[in-house]
């Protein structure tokens, strides 16, 4: 969930639409899209919303309310940093990598994390 630069709740609903939610009722206000998974982050520069699908990644336009394609790579997570504004998200299905996006949506790694790591007992 997040708010987008004019107060609106937006939340993704892993795997169903994108949704504007009323922060005061919690009640679902509109319904956007399908397959729109968990990730979801507020460019701080634009009114839009980078979302992640079962496409990749997608900009969601909260003023024309419409997607277009951003990157081919799938994440379940995504965030943009503060200061430079770049987007960083965490693969999936197959997971174990955080990746950074270029303007034009490719994903560069930059750390593949070892799975196993997360799986031995302490």
């Known amino acids: 969930m997040a708010f987008d630069a004019a107060g609106l709740l937006w939340a ?63 994440v379940d997570a995504l965030a943009f940093a503060p200061g430079d504004g770049t987007l960083w998200g965490t693969t999936w299905p197959d997971g174990g990598q955080i990746v950074r996006f270029n303007r034009i949506g490719d994903a560069e790694v930059m750390l593949d994390l070892d799975h196993e790591a997360f799986c031995k007992p302490i």
């Not at 009640?27 to 979801?40: F, P, Q, S, T």
């Not at 009114?47 to 909260?62: K, N, P, W």
């Open 12 to 74: 993704s609903t892993g795997g169903g639409p994108l949704v504007l939610i009323d922060p005061a009722t919690g009640a679902i206000v509109e319904r956007y899209g399908d397959g729109v998974n968990l990730g979801l982050a507020v460019d701080p520069e634009s009114a839009d919303l980078y979302v992640s699908t079962r496409q990749g990644v997608e900009i969601f336009d909260t003023l024309t309310r419409r997607f277009r394609p951003f990157a081919t790579t799938r």
